[in-house]
Every structure is written in C-alpha cells, then in structure tokens.
C-alpha cells in the first residue's frame, strides 16, 4: 500500500483551504468536504489516514475532514440510457453495450470549507 500520491493531493489541498483562509481572515476551520468520484484515482480510505498528518500544524488541525463519495454514471453512446457504471460493470443494462460516455466519477474536488 503506497500513500504518497495521496499525501501530496491532501497537502495541496489543505494548502488551498489555508490559502482560502487567510484571504477570507478565517482563523479556524470546523471541517472540509471532499467529494471523491468512485473512479478517481483517489482512494477514500488513503485520504483518511493521510489526514491527520497533513494537517498537523495548520489550521485544519481539528478539521472534521467529511468524505462524499460520487457515482460513476455513464451514457450508452448506442441507446443513450443513463446508467451506473460500477454496478454494471460498464455494460448497459438496456442494450448490453459496452461503449458508455463517462459522465460523472471521476472527480476529486473541494466541495465544502466550513468555519467557525
């Protein structure tokens, strides 16, 4: 098991809170919101335990650091159905193609910055 990619995403990503902070004159974060995509490269589980140590030192030293995982939708590009890719396995449930339009799942985004 590898957290060093995962580190370095946390570490911009409280670095990008701090920076919101201080031009927002916020002295502490109560919690941060990350939406992950089921198909991101980024592992739910390595964010958590990278956390502590990424904000260690900061002002998201007490941040509840809250996780919203996204559904992987796609389209199929043959019949236009609207599905979940992972639950499928990446084949229409309508026509059985296996040619889908990635529509949502892969994101990795700041979603919320809540302060006290």
Known sequence: ???????????EVVNTVERFAQANNVSRID???????????MVPKYIEAVYPAAIEGTNLADAELIIEILPANGMCRDCKKVYHLTETKGVCPSCSSKNPEILSGREFMIKEIRCV
């Open 1 to 11: 098991m590898t957290l060093v990619h995962e580190l370095g995403v946390v570490i």
């Open 31 to 41: 919690s941060l919101v990350l939406q992950i995509g089921e198909m991101s490269s």
